[in-house]
């Protein structure tokens, strides 16, 4: 995502022509970033005609705490648009003597049924981790209320303005989530 001219923008984006799936998984390596960014992934994106619902895994930024990745469920609709729903550590994979590691950092999102589990890696230091790994990997219950199918995508916030992010191997599978 580049030249954006908001303030503190928040989005979803996805592929077009997907179709919904309840069962789905979703992956993104973060390439750079300048400043302060939230990178994220989004699963059972559903796009209504007065809100959009969602359920996302994004990297912390309050506090400069970029070694938590928070679990949020989504809906416009609502006056408070996002509840938190899973809060993690994961700094043993993205930091190393008190200092973050260098990107790219890899994350794999899946939903299947009301369990979501993320994993992250450092794609050029070491191979991708089991979904069952437990220094890597990290899994939450989803609220009743979003086990619908949906679409998988992206998500990015607190860009400031001129702020930039770059996204690479950005990869979907709705309906049909491949093996460890």
Not at 6 to 33: H, K
Not at 58 to 83: A, L
Not at 141 to 167: K, R
Request: charged share 15%.
């Amino acid at each position: 995502l580049n030249n954006n001219s908001l303030s503190n923008l928040r989005t979803i984006f996805w592929p077009t022509g997907e179709a919904p799936a309840a069962d789905e998984q979703v992956c993104a390596t973060w390439l750079d970033q300048s400043g302060i960014v939230q990178q994220g992934v989004a699963l059972r994106i559903n796009d209504g005609l007065s809100s959009i619902r969602a359920l996302t895994v994004t990297k912390n930024v309050v506090y400069g705490v970029q070694w938590v990745f928070n679990v949020h469920t989504w809906d416009t609709s609502q006056p408070e648009p996002f509840t938190g729903i899973g809060q993690y550590d994961m700094s043993q994979v993205v930091m190393a003597d008190n200092q973050y590691l260098p990107f790219p950092w890899r994350i794999c999102a899946r939903a299947i049924g009301a369990e979501l589990t993320f994993k992250v890696w450092l794609p050029d230091r070491e191979a991708e981790p089991s979904w069952s790994d437990p220094i890597h990997a990290r899994t939450t219950t989803v609220p009743n209320d979003f086990l619908t199918p949906g679409t998988t995508g992206w998500y990015i916030g607190h860009i400031s303005a001129g702020g930039s992010a770059h996204y690479g191997s950005l990869e979907t599978w709705p309906g049909n989530v491949p093996s460890p």
